[in-house]
């Protein structure tokens, strides 16, 4: 798949609207047929006589003779402002600047452009100056961070217009004390047609498997006379969290203008991350042979209810982001300071919880390990067939483990990487270039993990007299039993399972 992303620069032109009190009814075009006056800069504009309330700095997206496709899935934009120093009009320490913004479409170059969204934000300038400020230095440009400027969710039009206005008031002090601004720059960042194909085609292959061996799966337990473990539930859930992701929903945002998609995309991920990862704690809880409180999900509150309240937070997070970006697609978090301190300590709160979740799952995997270990001294004393097959179950019950260490570290990386992405545009120095074979590498893992779990875990349909099990097999029959044979007892659904279940009641 090509890389996920683009970015595109767009540099903003200077209108001029000398129409008093006219703003709703006229948007200003860069370029084309209907182009708005233009001015070079804002000598031009003093020596003209024109205020800055008269200006305009207007943006058409895409770029002239391209248009905007509903594969490009979502747009975000950033904006850098070009700040000139001058003695007379220092930017003052904290400056604020305040944007009048309005966002239109259309779909023909001859129709009227419709209005999407008008809001007035405030951006906090951070700048920078490396020169000492003298006379000498007029002219020079500060060094401005990147400030968030907009997020839309669906790209349903083809033509977009950005009108950009930084109205002057100096009794109220609006936009006074931001130094001389001589352009805006905006950054669109939308995702790539080619990419989003290969996405939705690995959904909509990915869906129907899941789907059937659940349907299977749940089928062999419904078989059975006991009722199903919580080790077979937990799995059944994570199967419906997985299919939930699955479910290639995204191919109406083709035909639909949906803004909410990322919003819906975010739910969904979330949803599959907690369960997951209570799965994980779950499992290697099931296994370990010196713990009585088994097959009861009240027995891991501890560990599922901080990876609950986690889950919460992040939803909530993403709620006073994404969730007021549906009705103002200007707003941002990251533009007050209380709103980047949140942001930043939930992200790197929930980076540190996951890496100490990653240690204390290492540190229950190797308890079952350890366990498991000291179970097989007591294997020379059976008989050859018998001790194959414990070997065999255990030999592969390990190397399940093993899989399940990777995908937890790999989902770990995953998840610390696509926060720092999000935010990169946002902090401004960091910048991280995930290719498209990592996500795409991240999501066939899971498919397949949950895949190979339901197969491995399913109870089986052959049924074992205890003669047979128990007993001095030939080596080929013995090598025939699965990871889940002999069902028929009550404890729980492998062999292994129940070598723990025993270890733990004896």
């Known amino acids: 798949a090509p890389s996920p992303t683009t970015a595109v620069p767009y540099m903003s032109v200077k209108c001029i609207d000398v129409r008093k009190n006219h703003h709703k009814t006229k948007w200003l075009m860069p370029w084309g047929p209907n182009h708005?006056?233009?001015?070079?800069?804002?000598?031009?504009?003093?020596?003209?006589?024109?205020?800055?309330n008269d200006i305009v700095f207007a943006v058409h997206i895409p770029l002239p003779s391209k248009e905007m496709s509903p594969w490009f899935q979502f747009m975000l934009f950033i904006m850098q402002l070009d700040i000139a120093f001058k003695m007379d009009n220092d930017l003052k320490e904290n400056a604020e600047i305040t944007l009048d913004v309005s966002l239109a479409y259309r779909d023909d170059v001859f129709d009227d452009w419709e209005e999407i969204a008008h809001a007035v934000e405030l951006r906090k300038l951070k700048c920078t100056f490396g020169s000492p400020k003298t006379l000498d230095s007029e002219g020079r440009h500060y060094d401005c961070d990147f400030l968030p400027f907009m997020e839309i969710g669906s790209v349903a039009h083809k033509y977009y217009l950005i009108n950009i206005r930084l109205p002057v008031n100096e009794r109220k002090g609006i936009n006074v004390g931001i130094g001389e601004i001589k352009d805006i720059r905006l950054v669109g960042i939308h995702q790539n047609g080619g990419f989003t194909k290969v996405w939705f085609a690995m959904k909509t292959?990915?869906?129907?498997?899941?789907?059937?061996?659940?349907?299977?799966?749940?089928?062999?337990?419904?078989?059975?006379?006991?009722?199903?473990v919580l080790l077979e539930k937990v799995i059944f859930a994570l199967g419906i969290s997985m299919t939930f992701i699955n479910i290639p929903v995204e191919w109406f945002s083709i035909g639909f203008d949906w803004t909410w998609m990322l919003l819906f995309g975010d739910i969904r991920q979330g949803i599959f991350y907690a369960m997951l990862l209570?799965?994980?704690?779950?499992?290697?809880?099931?296994?370990?042979?010196?713990?009585?409180e088994r097959n009861r999900l009240s027995g891991y509150w501890k560990q599922v209810g901080p990876i609950a309240v986690g889950s919460f937070c992040l939803f909530i997070f993403d709620m006073c982001e994404r969730g007021v970006q549906l009705k103002n697609p200007f707003y941002s978090i990251?533009?007050?300071?209380?709103?980047?301190?949140?942001?930043?300590?939930?992200?790197?709160?929930?980076?540190?919880?996951?890496?100490?979740?990653?240690?204390?799952?290492?540190?229950?995997?190797?308890?079952v390990f350890r366990n498991i270990s000291g179970k097989q001294s007591s294997l020379p004393a059976m008989s050859k067939a018998r001790r194959l097959h414990y070997e065999g179950l255990i030999f592969r019950f390990k190397f399940l483990m093993l899989i399940t260490l990777a995908c937890a570290a790999m989902t770990v990386i995953f998840f610390i990487v696509s926060q720092v992405t999000e935010g990169h545009w946002k902090w401004g120095d960091i910048t991280i270039q995930v290719n498209s074979a990592f996500f795409t590498g991240i999501y066939g893992m899971w498919n397949l993990y949950v895949f190979a779990l339901m197969f491995l875990y399913a109870p089986s349909h052959k049924n074992y007299g205890e003669d047979q099990s128990n007993g001095d097999l030939g080596v080929s029959s013995g090598e025939e039993l699965q990871l889940t044979t002999t069902?028929?007892?009550?404890?729980?659904?492998?062999?292994?399972?129940?070598?723990?279940?025993?270890?733990?009641q004896e």
Request: charged share 20%; aromatic share 14%.
């Open 205 to 228: 292959f990915l869906t129907p498997s899941i789907l059937i061996i659940m349907v299977w799966y749940w089928r062999r337990i419904t078989l059975m006379t006991r009722a199903p």
């Open 487 to 504: 069902i028929t007892h009550v404890d729980g659904p492998t062999e292994v399972y129940k070598l723990a279940r025993k270890e733990a």
């Open 36 to 52: 708005c006056e233009k001015i070079k800069d804002f000598d031009e504009a003093l020596s003209r006589q024109i205020e800055a």
């Open 278 to 292: 209570s799965f994980w704690i779950i499992f290697c809880g099931e296994h370990m042979m010196d713990q009585n």
């Open 334 to 367: 990251w533009t007050t300071e209380v709103g980047t301190e949140l942001a930043m300590a939930f992200i790197i709160v929930a980076g540190i919880c996951l890496c100490l979740y990653f240690l204390f799952l290492c540190f229950m995997v190797f308890q």
